[in-house]
C-alpha cells in the first residue's frame, strides 16, 4: 500500500522568507500523481500544486514550487516570498492510475505552517 | 466557480443517535469520493463512488456506516449509530473520473463537522 510521510508537523517562516516542507512516499507503482493541498482554517482543501510522475521537470505554480525526486520518492513544496494568508495545513498527497483500481488520493498527516509578520 | 455542496457544515450529536451528511458534486462528476479527518491528521477515504457505483468502501465501517447515490449525482453517507470516535470531519470531494487525465485534482467540499457527545 501506499504511504506518505511528513516529518515537520509544524513549520514557522517571516513573512516575505522562504520556506521549503518535506514530504516522502512509498509506492512500488510507476504511473502516479503528486499533490500538495491548503486547507486553512476555514477548511476547505485548496489544491496548491500537481506534479505528474513521468514528468522530469519540477512543476512551479507562481510562488510556489516543488522539488521532485523520483528515485529518492521525495516531493517538497517551497513557498518563496511567504504571505500571511498562506498560513494553513499543507497536505502532501498521493494518487495512482492502477486500471480497474481504487484512485483514491492518500494523504500525510500534515503540515501546519504559521506566517510571522 | 463550481464548488461541491455539503450540508450540514456542522453537527451534533449524541451516541447512539443516527446522523447523516448530504454531499452534491459539481455537475458532471462522475467520481464523488467521501473523506473522514480526524483532528490534526490527514484526510482517508471512506467510500469511492463512479457514477452509482461503489468503488472502493474498504475503510468504511459497514456496521454502521452507509453511503449511496441512488442517481449517480447527489450522495448520502450515514452513521448509525454515532460512537464518540466518529467525532471528525467528513469532507466530500468529486473529479472527473479516473480516466481524466487533465487532472487538476478532486475538488473538495467545505465538509460537515461532527461532534459525538
Known amino acids: 500500500a501506499q504511504t506518505v510521510t511528513q516529518s515537520q508537523p509544524e513549520m514557522s517562516v517571516q513573512e516575505a522568507e522562504t520556506v521549503t516542507l518535506s514530504c516522502t512516499y512509498d509506492?512500488?507503482?510507476?504511473?502516479?500523481?503528486l499533490f500538495w493541498y491548503k486547507q486553512p482554517p476555514s477548511r476547505q482543501m485548496i489544491l496548491v500544486i500537481r506534479q505528474e510522475a513521468y514528468k522530469q521537470q519540477n512543476a512551479t505554480e507562481n510562488r510556489f514550487s516543488v522539488n521532485f525526486q523520483k528515485a529518492a520518492k521525495s516531493f517538497s513544496l517551497k513557498i518563496s516570498d511567504s504571505q500571511l494568508g498562506d498560513a494553513a495545513m499543507y497536505f502532501c498527497a498521493y494518487r495512482s492510475f492502477r486500471q480497474g483500481g481504487s484512485e483514491k488520493l492518500v494523504f500525510g498527516k500534515g503540515t501546519k505552517l504559521t506566517v510571522n509578520p | 466557480e463550481a464548488e461541491v455542496a455539503q450540508s450540514p457544515r456542522y453537527k451534533i450529536t449524541e451516541k447512539s443517535q443516527a446522523v447523516a451528511f448530504w454531499c452534491d458534486p459539481i455537475?458532471?462528476?462522475?467520481?464523488l469520493y467521501w473523506y473522514r479527518q480526524i483532528l490534526g491528521q490527514g484526510p482517508e477515504l471512506l467510500v469511492q463512488?463512479?457514477?452509482?457505483?461503489?468503488?472502493?468502501d474498504s475503510q468504511l465501517p459497514k456496521d454502521r456506516f452507509s453511503a449511496e447515490r441512488l442517481k449517480g449525482v447527489d450522495s448520502t453517507l450515514k452513521i448509525q449509530p454515532a460512537e464518540l470516535g466518529d467525532s471528525a470531519m467528513y469532507l466530500c470531494?468529486?473529479?472527473?473520473?479516473?480516466?481524466?487525465?487533465?487532472?487538476?485534482?478532486?475538488?473538495f467540499g467545505s465538509g460537515t463537522r461532527l461532534t459525538v457527545v
Open positions: 470531494a468529486s473529479s472527473l473520473g479516473p480516466w481524466d487525465r487533465s487532472y487538476y485534482g478532486y475538488t
Open positions: 509506492t512500488s507503482e510507476s504511473d502516479y500523481y
Open positions: 455537475s458532471g462528476h462522475a467520481t
Open positions: 463512488f463512479q457514477d452509482e457505483s461503489v468503488v472502493d
